[in-house]
Every structure is written in structure tokens, then in C-alpha cells.
């Protein structure tokens, strides 16, 4: 996607997991860092993911799992994406992943994970390498 604006990324909590600090590290490090950031909340479906996706017209969906459900909740959000021909979104989870299923992730079509302790530069330096913007 090229905008002339900043870049847009949602962020969203799958699943049944109630555990948001880390989401909320996240989205309001990337604001301070100048995307402009959605938080979906708790406990939503890969469908609620998609449809606000959509209908934010985001450049970026952030999943944080740690509920160990990443790859299922993860599949569905991308299947839903590209159903809805938006599979030039750039996805990322982050979370309590284990190194085993980083590599199922990437095959599923996920950019790239980040564990606890990643440091919001280095998602910051990620997306702006992977979403050219019009600036």
C-alpha cells in the first residue's frame, strides 16, 4: 500500500486471552513513534479483526496471542484477509511465541513476530522497512 498519510496498524487481542498490557505497550509506542494506531480491545474474533482491518483501511494487523493459540487464531486472520482481498496488509504477532512456530507462522503469511521484550524501535524500524508510505 503506498498513502500519503501515516501509516495506519491495528492492533488486536484474538482469542479468549484477557491479558492486554503488552497491546497496549505496543499501540501507544507506535503512536509515540507516529503510526497512527487502532486498539480493537479484548477477546475478538478473527472475524471482528478482519472486518475492522477493512474498514480502517490499516496498512499493519498486530496480533498479540498469549493464550498459546497463535497459529489457529493467526490462520484464520490471514485466510480472512486474503478472502477480502487485503492480503497486501502486513501482519505481525507478537506475544508468548514459541521459536518452534515462528516458522509455521511465516508460512501461514505473517511478517514478522516479536516476543516480550521486543523493543518498539525495532517493530517501528520493521514496519517502516515493509509499508512504503508517499511521504
Known amino acids: ?3 500519503d498519510s501515516k ?16 497491546a497496549h ?23 471482528q479483526i478482519v472486518s475492522a482491518a477493512i474498514q480502517e ?3 499493519v494487523v498486530g496480533l498479540s496471542v498469549l493464550s498459546g493459540a497463535h497459529l489457529s487464531l493467526t490462520s484464520k486472520v490471514m485466510a480472512g484477509l486474503r478472502a477480502k482481498g487485503a492480503d497486501d496488509v502486513l501482519v505481525l504477532v ?4 514459541p521459536e518452534e512456530d515462528r516458522k509455521a507462522l511465516q508460512e ?4 514478522g513476530v ?5 523493543s518498539i524501535k525495532d ?4 514496519i517502516r522497512s515493509r509499508v512504503r508510505t508517499g511521504e
Do not use: C, N
Open 1 to 3: 500500500m503506498v498513502h
Open 7 to 22: 501509516i495506519r496498524v491495528l492492533i488486536a487481542k484474538p482469542g479468549l486471552d484477557g491479558h492486554e498490557r503488552g
Open 25 to 47: 505497550v505496543v499501540a501507544y509506542g507506535l503512536r509515540d513513534e507516529g503510526f497512527e494506531v487502532i486498539y480493537t480491545g479484548l477477546r475478538q474474533t478473527p472475524e
Open 57 to 59: 483501511d490499516v496498512d
Open 94 to 97: 507478537g506475544g508468548i511465541i
Open 108 to 111: 501461514q503469511g505473517v511478517s
Open 114 to 118: 516479536f516476543t516480550a521484550g521486543s
Open 123 to 126: 517493530i517501528a524500524a520493521f
